[in-house]
C-alpha cells in the first residue's frame, strides 16, 4: 500500500493537492476536517462536539478525532493506500496512526510537507473565507489562533517522521499544476 501523510500549516493546500493524487493513485482521500465539517452540516452528535473546539480555532481532542480516522479506513474494502490530510495533527495521533496501520498490515510510506510562507498562507485563508463559507476562516483572531496551534502541537509531528525516515518537504508555492508535478515526482521517487 501506498500511505501518505500529507502535512503543512492551513492554508497549505492539503486538500487541494489530495485530490490530485487520489486520481493518480488511486488511493482513498480521509480528511478529518472534511469528514467533521460533513458531521456539522449533518448536526451529528460529533459534528455538535467538533464544532465548539474548530470555531474557536482549536484542535479536537485527540480521542474523538482518533476514533474517527480509525473507523472511516476501516469502512473501505481493500483500499490502494491512503492520504492523511489534516491527521495526525499531534505526536498521540501519529502513534496512534502507527498502531492501526500495523494492525492493518501495513505503514506510512512517506510525510509529505507542503512548504508556504506565512503570508501566502494568510493570504489563501482570506480568499478561502470568501467563497467557501468556513467560519474558522473568516475571523483573523481565530485564523491566528489555528497557526498558533498548528505551530505548538502540529508542527513537531515532523520530527516524528523525520526520526522514522519518512519525511520530506516540496515548494508549496507557485500553481496548483506546478505543485502536483513536484508531488508526483516526489511521490515516483519513493
Ligand atoms: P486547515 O488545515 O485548513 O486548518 P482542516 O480542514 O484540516 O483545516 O481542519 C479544520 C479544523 O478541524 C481544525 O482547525 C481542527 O479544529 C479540526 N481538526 C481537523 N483535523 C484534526 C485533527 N487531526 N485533530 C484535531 N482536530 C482536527
Redesign the pocket.
Known amino acids: 500500500m501506498l500511505n501518505i501523510v500529507l502535512f503543512g500549516p492551513?492554508?497549505a493546500g492539503?486538500g487541494t493537492q489530495s485530490n490530485q493524487l487520489i486520481e493518480k493513485y488511486g488511493l482513498i482521500h480521509l480528511?478529518?476536517?472534511?469528514i467533521?465539517r460533513a458531521n456539522i452540516k449533518g448536526k451529528t452528535k460529533l459534528g455538535v462536539l467538533?464544532k465548539g473546539?474548530?470555531d474557536k480555532?482549536?484542535?479536537?481532542p485527540d480521542e474523538v478525532?482518533i476514533n474517527l480516522l480509525k473507523s472511516e479506513a476501516q469502512k473501505v474494502e481493500n483500499p490502494k493506500g491512503f492520504i492523511f490530510?489534516?491527521?495526525?495533527?499531534?505526536n498521540k495521533?501519529a502513534v496512534a496512526l502507527d498502531d492501526f496501520l500495523l494492525e492493518i498490515g501495513t505503514s506510512i510510506t512517506q510525510m509529505i510537507s507542503l512548504d508556504v510562507d506565512e503570508e501566502e498562507l494568510k493570504s489563501r485563508l482570506e480568499l478561502r473565507a470568501k467563497d467557501s463559507g468556513r467560519v474558522?476562516d473568516a475571523d483573523p483572531a481565530v485564523i491566528q489562533n489555528?497557526i498558533n496551534v498548528y505551530r505548538q502541537e502540529t508542527a513537531p509531528v515532523k520530527d516524528y517522521y523525520s526520526g522514522q525516515d519518512k519525511w520530506m518537504k516540496i515548494d508549496g508555492q507557485g500553481t496548483i499544476e506546478a505543485i502536483t508535478q513536484r508531488l508526483f515526482d516526489a511521490i515516483d521517487s519513493l
Open positions: 492551513p492554508g492539503k480528511s478529518t476536517g472534511d467533521f467538533a473546539f474548530i480555532g482549536q484542535l479536537v478525532t490530510d489534516g491527521f495526525p495533527r499531534t495521533q474558522d489555528r
